[in-house]
């Protein structure tokens, strides 16, 4: 399968636990983006990679969130404390470069219970 | 700013047209998506538009631009059940991110 792939598909945690996604982009491809998409609603971005650079941040990735691509491959993105208000699919994609489709994984469903 | 607006729901009977619509605010877009999500699945890109197009056909997919009104189409042709699922309208108007709407669920009924 030469898609993007996440892991894991699911995560139940308890509020305040800290998680960590990973996420494998296809193998060429130099941009990789996170995604948040809460229920009834469209993917939000929330950071981008260009290689191993993090080039952009939304307003919507707190200080509890971080995300590393440290050999401009896989990408983690790491939420701290988690709250409840975290719960929700994170959604990775990537694409060949800036102007070109995305291609997105299957998602990582949170729950915080 | 940038906001990307859908309707909510669309109800077509088997072997119909599906015409789901979309409108934009960002005039510098330069491409305009469609992606299909199934319960429980990742986004699946199914077709794109550059802004200088008016209209592109892939298979049973027509794409519409009307730039000047900032409005996308997307028609599926003989709608299928397997079409039933939740499409996406989004926007491109720089280098990087994706502007999604709220998404079009469509049902296809016997």
């Known amino acids: ?113 | 700013g940038e906001d990307v607006e859908q309707s909510l729901f669309l109800s077509v009977r088997e072997g119909d047209s599906s015409v789901i619509n979309c409108t934009y605010t960002d005039s510098s877009s330069t491409y305009l998506y469609w992606y299909k999500q199934e319960p429980g699945a990742g986004l699946q890109l199914l077709t794109y538009i550059f802004s200088n197009m008016d209209m592109k056909q892939d298979q049973r997919l027509t794409v519409l631009l009307n730039k000047k009104d900032k409005h996308l189409s997307l028609r599926i042709a003989d709608t299928q059940t397997g079409d039933s699922a939740i499409y996406f309208c989004a926007e491109n108007s720089g280098y990087s991110t994706l502007t999604f709407g709220k998404g079009t669920m469509l049902l296809v009924s016997p």
Not at chain 1, 39 to 66: H, I, M, V, W
């Open chain 1, 1 to 113: 399968d030469t898609g993007v792939s996440q892991d894991p598909r699911h995560k139940i945690t308890k509020r305040g636990q800290n998680v960590t996604f990973r996420c494998d982009p296809i193998s060429e491809h130099n941009r990789l983006y996170w995604y948040r998409q809460t229920l009834g609603q469209g993917p939000e971005f929330l950071t981008y990679f260009q290689n191993e650079a993090q080039l952009e941040k939304s307003r919507l990735l707190s200080d509890r969130f971080s995300a590393e691509r440290p050999k401009g491959s896989f990408s983690t993105l790491e939420i701290q404390r988690t709250e409840q208000g975290d719960s929700a699919m994170y959604l990775c994609a990537s694409s060949l470069g800036g102007r070109d489709e995305q291609y997105f994984g299957p998602g990582t469903r949170l729950t915080v219970t």
